[in-house]
Structure formats: structure tokens, C-alpha cells
């Protein structure tokens, strides 16, 4: 069975600076999707970036990129210029490329403040 | 689009209560799945549907939780008698989901927050 580990319960970055989040996952499979999500205090779960694992280029959106290491089997989330709207848990997320249709796999996830 | 949307958003009863959830998915979309949010066990998956179809029930916990879905637009999530310890934030997701090319992205509802007493 798939698993998602996010070993970080807690971050903090100071706003306008950079954090990186990670995530490592283990599977057997050789095609699947990742995703994070981000959960506000709102408890509305967002998606923030998602990547598929044949692709080789990282995913980008806008100040959201993610480091994806196949053969490591890791996949982190880097936020740059970081603003307070950004505080909000994260979640790292793995789904099959196919059989489950869609059955998301979540990390803990990682409780990221910003600090002023 | 509304969004995923689910009620109520908050829920509280008290233990031996039937309760029921409520799902309304995005138009168009053919898949739906039902996720339990705990501070011990974080996200997981009670049951999905592919089609108005139970595709997947292993997740949900026992007897006591059932879920249906009559139509395309419609999912409840009941639990019958509730207990302390199913309290959580319960969400809704849907998607739509295509065999060729599987990269169908879940869009969550806001959750129902269930506090049993």
C-alpha cells in the first residue's frame, strides 16, 4: 500500500522569504499523480500544485514550485516570497494513475505559520 | 460554479442520534468521495462512488456509517447511533474522472464539523 510521510508537523517562515515543505511517499507503482493541498483555518481544502510522475519538468504555480525526485521517491513544495495568506496547513497527497479513479492519499501535514 | 457544497457545516448531537451529512458535487462531475479529518488519523477516505456507484467502502469504519448516492447531484453520509468518537470534520469531494487520462483533480467541499457529546 501506498503511504505519504510529511515529517515536518510545524514550519514557520518570515514573510517575503522562502520555506520548503517536504514530503516523501513509497510506492510500488511507476505512474501516479501528486498533489498538495492547502487547508486554511476556513477548513476549505485547496489545491495548490499538482504533478504528474512522467513528467520530468517540476511543476510551477506562480510563487509554488515543487521539487519532485522520482527516484527518491520525494516530492516538496517551495514558497517563495511567502505572504501572510499563506499561513494554512499543507497537505502532500498521492493518487494512482489508475484502477482506484482517484483516491487521494494524504500525508499528515505540515502546520506552516507566517510570520509579520 | 458553486463548488462542492455540504451541510450543515456544523453538527452537534449527542451520543445515540442518527445524523446525516449531505453532499451536493459539482455539476458534470462522476465521482465523489467521502473523507474523515481527525487530529489522530488525519484524511481518510470512508467511501467513493464512481457514477452513483459504491466503488470503494473498506474506509468506512463499521456498521454504524452508510452512504448513498441516489442521483448524480446528491450523497448523504449517515451514522446510526453516533458516538463520541466519531467526532471529526467530515468532507466531500468530487471530480471527474476519465479512464484514458486519470489526472481528475478532487475538489473538496468546506466540511461538516460533527461534535458528539
Known sequence: AQTVTQSQPEMSVQEAETVTLSCTYDTSESDYYLFWYKQPPSRQMILVIRQE???QQNATENRFSVNFQKAAK???????DSQLGDAAMYFCAYRSQGG???NLIFGKGTKLSVKP | DAGVIQSPRHEVTEMGQEVTLRCKPISGHNS???Y?????RGLELL???????PIDDSGM????FSAKMPNASFSTLKIQPSEPRDSAVYFCASSFYRPV???????????SRLTVL
Open chain 1, 74 to 80: 520525494s516530492f516538496s513544495l517551495k514558497i517563495s
Open chain 1, 53 to 55: 510522475a512522467y513528467k
Open chain 2, 47 to 53: 467511501i467513493y462512488f464512481n457514477n452513483n456507484v
Open chain 2, 61 to 64: 469504519p463499521e456498521d454504524r
Open chain 2, 36 to 40: 474523515r479529518q481527525t487530529m489522530m
Open chain 2, 101 to 111: 487520462s486519470g489526472a481528475n483533480v478532487l475538489t473538496f467541499g468546506a466540511g
Open chain 1, 100 to 102: 482506484s479513479q482517484g
Open chain 2, 32 to 34: 465523489l468521495f467521502w
